[in-house]
């Protein structure tokens, strides 16, 4: 199994900056995608940015720019640092896994990210 714990989520002002951390534990092998996720209020979950195994990144047309994924292997800790942050970006951030070997999404259980105006 995999546990995802997310850190990081506080209150901050439009412009501000935030780093959510997502600390991996268990059986962390054959981890093919590593992503942040944000569900806004009466939104569906959106995919905000991902990570390969290979250091490959991909983000949201909304969030280029100005938001940075990375991911530290020795640590099991992947990363999002978010920088001018707008009210749009509030929402709940969730960390999520693919393991490839066993085809299971492992999710965490979410950090509230509000940016006020």
């Known amino acids: 199994q995999v546990q995802l714990v997310e850190s990081g989520g506080g209150l901050v002002q439009a412009g501000g900056s935030l780093i959510l951390s997502c600390a991996a534990s268990g059986r962390m092998f054959s981890i093919n995608f590593m992503d942040w996720y944000r569900q806004a209020p009466g939104k569906q979950r959106e995919l905000v940015a991902s990570?390969?195994?290979?250091?490959?990144?991909n983000y949201a047309d909304s969030v280029k720019g100005r938001f940075t994924i990375s991911r530290d292997n020795a640590k099991n800790t992947m990363y999002l640092q978010m920088n001018s942050l707008k009210p749009e970006d509030t929402g709940v951030y969730y960390c999520?896994?693919?393991?490839?070997?066993?085809?299971?999404?492992?999710w965490g259980q979410g950090t509230q990210v509000t940016v006020s105006s």
């Open positions: 990570i390969t195994s290979n250091g490959v990144t």
């Open positions: 999520h896994v693919f393991q490839g070997i066993t085809g299971y999404n492992y």
